[in-house]
């Protein structure tokens, strides 16, 4: 089955050698948090970091890369199970989240445990249920690679292959995952107009979703207790378990709501397949004295025509330039790699 997806990213086409873009916003963004200074994007780093993520080399067995959880052609989600798989078909606990505009993120996870772009790969390498890999072990492999001596070399000027390298690229290649041409971002760059459907869906957005999915980014980026029945296979507790703060009993992370139609399931254990499915469970009567937040207490029963609406306006967010941007997609010595396995 890999080795057949493999295969149609070929048909696709996307044999493409074209250069990596700078790192570019609209003006209507809010500035980055995070620190370019003590990573400053290289065309190099940044062309290394692609090769990486998309090589199973980082996997204990090598049959695992960090596409196979974030895929480009879903945002950098994963779509094809409720909860990721990782390692010998392992189960995972959670959903993977979409990976975008991740220099405006200071925590990362659904429940926040790791608090640096940095060395979040870390989590994956090591997981036993993801990577099963440690990052001294990959740093080995890689060093008996003749490509990879030759592009640490090119990147880092430097011939030696260490983990805080291997970690900043893989950093470098995601910060230029920057999606910011919706429809949305025309609409504000005055270039074109909403329908009335869609008018009418932004007004009862901003009425009742902007509070945690804030414009532009659509996201808060905090963390939120949505009421959400906890999976009686996988009883999963969320942030309290990183920050011991009982208040933070099944809180997860708010995800940004860009590329909604390429990022199901929804959820952070995957539970809904279809956009309505969120819509009417946001929309339910509420019960007066359930722990979840307000902000969702206070969300009204929405009518057949509104869930329309919000639908309508929600697929504003999808960024089709993103999701097909050939500089983001399988580079092709990994797609030549794996197809001579």
Known sequence: ?????????????????????????????PEPVYDFSKNKLQPDVIQLGRTLFYDPILSSNDSVSCASC?????????????????IHDSIGKRNAPALFNLAWKNSFMHDGAIHHLDVQALAPISSSLE??????????????SDRYVQLFKQAFRDSKI???????????????????TSRYDSMRQGLLVFSEQEQRGYRLFKLHCNSCHAEPLFTSSGFINTGLEPDSLRYDYGRVLVSKNPRDSFCFAIPSL????????????????KLNQVLKFYGRKK?????????????????SDERVELNSFLLTLNDLSFVFRKEHQFPKEILLKEIKK
């Open 1 to 29: 089955m890999k080795k057949l997806q493999w295969l149609l990213l070929i048909v696709i086409g996307i044999f493409s050698s074209a250069s990596l873009s700078q790192f570019e916003y609209p003006k209507y963004f």
């Open 70 to 86: 974030h895929n480009p052609y879903s945002a950098f989600a994963h779509t094809d199970h409720a909860l990721s798989h990782g």
């Open 131 to 144: 990577m099963n890999e440690n990052i001294a072990h990959v740093v080995e492999k890689l060093k008996h």
């Open 162 to 180: 260490t983990g805080e390298h291997l970690l900043k690229a893989l950093a470098q290649f995601q910060l230029t995952l920057v999606s910011c």
């Open 258 to 273: 860009r590329n909604i139609s390429y990022t199901f399931p929804y959820m952070h254990d995957g539970r809904y397949s």
């Open 287 to 303: 019960e007066a004295h359930a722990q979840y937040d307000d902000r969702i207490k206070s969300i009204p029963e929405f009518s």
